[in-house]
Every structure is written in C-alpha cells, then in structure tokens.
C-alpha cells in the first residue's frame, strides 16, 4: 500500500480506482501510462491527468538547454495535455515513438478530441 494516496490534477474528474489503473500501467519514459491516465512524480506521493477530462492534446518539438542560457540544447518533445478548460500539464520525452505512445494512448480513450501530432521529422528548435 503505496504511503500517500494518487491524486488527481482535475479538480471535475477523479478515478475511482486510480491505484489498480496505476498498477496496471506501463512505462513510458519516467511517467507511467494506464488504460484511463497517465501518472507522473511528483512530491507527496504521484499525481495523474485522466483521459476523461483531457480537452485538447498538442505535441511540439523543443529543447532543454545543458549548460545555462547559452550553449548546447537536448531536443526533446513536449506533448500538452490540456485539462478542466485552462490548466494543462506537460510531458517530455526524447524520442517520437515514447511521444507517439502517449498520443495514441488520448486518442483511444477519447476518439472525438483532435490529436495535434507532430507533422515531419525536422526540428524546429
């Protein structure tokens, strides 16, 4: 029994059983991914967005710099997740495919949201 209990960042849609979906789940960089949420770290305890009250989904290219203001950039991918209206949640991964699996993941629980994917394999940093 996990020491803090799964909290949900909707404040209009909880998961009744967050911690089976939660155990469940599958890996997807350092987030997990489950069949009605995706669950990240955070302090105390994790946090999770539902699919339920996801209203819009954008992926874009960007970088995370290394070494200060100026210098070397990680690109990355940041999928937006945007939920109860204003508020939205970032997450960042490395690669297409780990982006593509979150994408697909909100695409199935919600088929009726518009999915901005990625258009081409060029980065615009």
């Known amino acids: 029994m996990p020491l803090f209990q799964l909290k949900s960042l909707s404040q209009t849609c909880t998961l009744p059983d967050a911690a089976g979906d939660h155990s469940a789940s599958q890996r997807l960089a350092q987030y997990r991914l489950g069949r009605e949420a995706v669950y990240f770290p955070a302090f105390p305890?994790?946090?999770?967005?539902?699919?339920?009250?996801?209203?819009?989904?954008?992926a874009r290219y960007t970088s995370m710099p290394l070494t200060g203001?100026?210098?070397?950039?990680?690109?990355?991918?940041?999928?937006?997740?945007?939920?109860?209206?204003?508020?939205y949640q970032d997450f960042m991964f490395e690669t297409r495919k780990e982006a593509d699996r979150l994408l697909d993941a909100v695409q199935a629980a919600r088929p009726e949201l518009d999915v901005e994917r990625l258009t081409s394999d060029a980065r615009a940093i």
């Open 45 to 58: 305890g994790s946090r999770y967005v539902p699919f339920a009250a996801v209203s819009k989904v954008m």
């Open 69 to 87: 203001c100026c210098g070397k950039a990680l690109p990355m991918i940041c999928v937006r997740l945007f939920y109860d209206g204003e508020f």
